[in-house]
Structure formats: structure tokens, C-alpha cells
């Protein structure tokens, strides 16, 4: 019997396969105050960047087989054995519902959207805001690209004007292989997902599994610790390249992001060869420091013997081994 199973419901409300708290320990009012007092360069005092893609490394395939760019937070350009995949593109100003308010990017996207090399795919992990972006995908909506995300999400961005058959909703443990030489399978992620107060977790959220003929990675998108971790590497894995979150973390909120510590576990269990951390470093989400993440990471990558990937926002960068760029320092 497989390890990985569909996931479950209650009512209209899916599940976590653990017991997982979605509220902020002490309440909105403590984390608004500890806001307000924290001392924490959350947002960067000298402006990140500018950073820039030239998009004429796309004319030659990655030597290796696999280059990724990282165009901030969770969404990367992921080149794959002859094939380009384009995870949770968020290119608007701020992650919020509105354009005025909320966390605002630190540097803008490294590429244009009109500037992409042709896509063959587009993963969408769950719909919060950092991720299910309304004026990317408005833009993206005119074109052809097959679309993967988890079960809800499709309804959603088929009223932002996705055409219906460009959409496959994928289940737990589910896998496509419409994209000839590909095969992408929506695993299990400890989160939550919700646009809105009265819509929570109506939607499901996925952890994701991208295997080609020469290359098998992981993307974490958002999530908590939990063993599944374990049972994604023993039945998909090992992985040559894992993607995991190491922002966003605090006590406040133990259950559903890792933060470095964790997140360096994570990898482990799932077998993963290098490691990319990702989710940090382009919005101000957390009570940490914008470069806390990464600073623990290098400790714990360390410790753990753990290969890390670090490339420069924008820069096509192969994975051929340890690479750290340095870039926020």
C-alpha cells in the first residue's frame, strides 16, 4: 500500500495528517505589539538589488540538466531535463488582497513575465497570497501553459480567465504526465490555505514532486514539520535538488513553517542530495530579521552536512554541487 495517501476532509475542510494549530499563539494583538516593538531589520534599510535575468542563457540548455532561477520567495524558474517549469509566480508589488497594503516585495522580479523562455508547465502549490498571485496570473492567462495545483486552486484561477482545460487539479499522491518526458505528483505539506476569513482550508495545499528522466527534485512550497517528510523521501526520493521554506517562522506559529532547523530535517528525510532554501528573503512576513534565515541555515547545513544551493536572485544558476552566492551579505 502506498505511504502517501489523498487527503482527507471534514465537511468541506481538508485535513493535515497531523494535529496542526493554525493560530497565532497570544492572539493577533501580541504579534501586532511585538511588531510595533521589535528591533529586527525585517525590512532591509538599503534597498535590495537591482537584480536582473539575462534571458539569452535560455538559448542554450543547462549543461547538467537542471539550472534553476530563483525569482524571489517561492517562485522559481526550474529548468529540468529539456523541460521548464515556472513554480508559485508571484511578480505583483505585494503579497496582499489589495495593491496599497500589506508585505511589499523587497526588489522587484529579476525577469519580466514577457520576457519568460517558453513554459511547459506551471505549479501552483496552494492559494495564499505569496503564492496564487491575481495580477501574474492575469497576465498569464493568455497563454497555452498546462497548469498543476492542488485540488481548489482551479476554480479559483479559472475566474481569473485560465482557460478550464489548461488546468489539472492534482490529490495527494496523485500524479500527471501530460507533459511528454515529465511527471509531476502533488505530495502532502503540513499548512493551511484560505484568500479570506470564511473560506479557510477549502482548498488543499501540496508539497510537489518533479521527476524527469535524468533528474528527481522536490518542492516544498509551505509547510510545517512533520513526519511525512520521511514517507515522501521513501517513496519518491532520493531527490538531487529539495526546495524547502526556511522563512517565516516563529513561535507564534510552530505548526505550519519549519524555519532552518527544521527545514535542514526535512531535507535529510527526504533523502535529498542539495538543498535550496527558499520562501526568505523577499517579503516581510515574520518577526526575524530578513537575513536570520539564511544565517541559521548556513549553521545547520553545516553541522548536518547538508549541501547548500544559494544562488543570486535572477541568476540561471546549475546545480552541480555546493553554491553559495553570497548575495545578501
Known amino acids: 500500500m ?34 510595533m516593538t521589535s528591533k529586527n531589520e525585517r525590512v532591509p534599510k538599503i534597498p535590495l538589488g537591482p537584480f536582473h535575468t539575462d534571458a539569452k542563457i535560455y538559448h542554450n ?3 547538467t540538466g537542471l539550472r534553476i532561477t530563483w525569482m524571489g520567495h517561492s517562485s522559481l524558474l526550474i529548468e529540468i531535463d529539456g523541460k521548464r517549469i515556472l513554480t508559485d509566480p508571484v511578480w505583483g508589488h505585494r503579497a496582499s488582497f ?4 500589506g508585505p511589499k516585495r523587497f526588489f522587484p522580479a529579476p525577469l519580466p513575465l514577457r520576457d519568460l523562455p517558453e513554459l511547459d508547465a506551471i505549479i501552483l502549490s496552494h492559494d495564499h497570497y505569496d503564492h496564487l498571485d491575481y495580477p501574474t496570473i492575469k497576465k498569464l492567462a493568455p497563454g497555452n501553459v498546462p497548469i498543476f495545483c492542488s485540488i481548489g486552486v482551479g476554480p479559483i484561477i479559472e475566474k481569473w480567465g485560465v482557460n478550464k482545460n489548461r488546468i489539472t487539479q492534482l490529490d495527494w499522491g496523485h500524479t500527471a504526465t501530460s507533459v511528454p518526458g515529465l511527471s509531476i505528483t502533488a505530495t502532502p505539506a503540513r499548512h493551511f490555505s484560505g484568500r479570506g476569513i470564511v473560506n479557510r482550508n477549502q ?3 501540496s508539497s510537489w514532486v518533479i521527476k524527469g528522466p535524468e533528474h528527481n527534485i522536490f518542492f516544498g512550497a509551505d509547510s510545517g514539520w512533520f513526519p511525512g517528510f520521511k514517507d515522501i523521501g521513501d517513496e519518491y526520493g ?20 519549519m524555519g532552518p ?5 526535512a531535507h535529510l528525510a527526504l533523502r535529498g542530495k542539495v538543498m535550496m532554501p527558499i520562501h526568505w528573503g523577499t517579503f516581510n512576513l515574520a518577526l526575524h530579521s530578513w537575513r536570520e534565515p539564511v544565517e541559521h541555515f548556513l549553521g545547520f547545513a553545516d553541522k548536518k552536512q547538508i549541501t547548500p544551493f544559494l544562488p543570486e536572485p535572477g541568476v540561471p544558476t546549475e546545480v552541480s554541487g555546493a553554491h553559495n552566492s553570497g548575495w545578501w551579505v
Do not use: C, R
Request: proline share 10%; aromatic share 10%; glycine share 8%.
Open 98 to 101: 489589495v495593491n496599497f497594503a
Open 261 to 265: 532547523d527544521h527545514a535542514t530535517n
Open 238 to 257: 532520493p531527490f538531487d535538488l529539495t526546495m524547502l521554506e526556511i522563512g517565516t517562522y516563529g513561535e507564534g506559529w510552530p505548526d505550519i513553517h
Open 203 to 205: 482548498t488543499l495545499w
Open 2 to 35: 502506498p505511504k502517501i495517501q489523498p487527503a482527507k476532509k471534514q465537511g468541506k475542510v481538508y485535513q493535515n495528517t497531523i494535529p496542526t494549530s493554525q493560530s497565532i499563539e497570544g492572539g493577533m494583538p501580541k504579534i501586532l505589539w511585538q511588531m
Open 61 to 63: 540548455a543547462p549543461a
